[in-house]
């Protein structure tokens, strides 16, 4: 079982950076690759971006390559994502996943974080 806390949302200013973090409980954090994903107001929920349990290997929904970084720190048990040159279209709840072999499929994820707002808006 794997209990998933996001952090660090709020509201910035278009052309912004915000980093957001994921602490992870139990033991087991290094054996789950983690994911990042968002859900604007009347949309569905879409990956952002996703790491492999040893950090090596990393995906990037399109419209976010170059803006964001995704990392984990497996003896914090976290996983973060910087978002810089923030867009008023990046607003959404951001959740992170852990699931089992890395990839974008939400379906596959087995454990979310309950969400933290994103506001880009000047």
């Known amino acids: 079982q794997v209990q998933l806390v996001e952090s660090g949302g709020g509201l910035v200013q278009p052309g912004g950076s915000l980093r957001l973090s994921c602490a992870a409980s139990g033991r087991t954090f290094s054996s789950y690759a983690m994911g990042w994903f968002r859900q604007a107001p009347g949309k569905e929920r879409e990956f952002v971006a996703a790491i492999s349990r040893s950090g090596l290997v990393k995906y990037y929904e399109d419209s976010v390559k170059g803006r964001f970084t995704v990392s984990r720190d497996n003896v914090k048990n976290s996983v973060y994502l910087q978002m810089n040159s923030l867009k008023p279209e990046d607003t959404a709840v951001y959740y992170c996943?852990?699931?089992?072999?890395?990839?974008?499929?939400?379906?596959?994820?087995?454990?979310w974080g309950q969400g933290t707002q994103v506001t880009v808006s000047s």
């Open positions: 996943a852990a699931r089992v072999g890395v990839g974008k499929d939400s379906s596959e994820y087995e454990y």
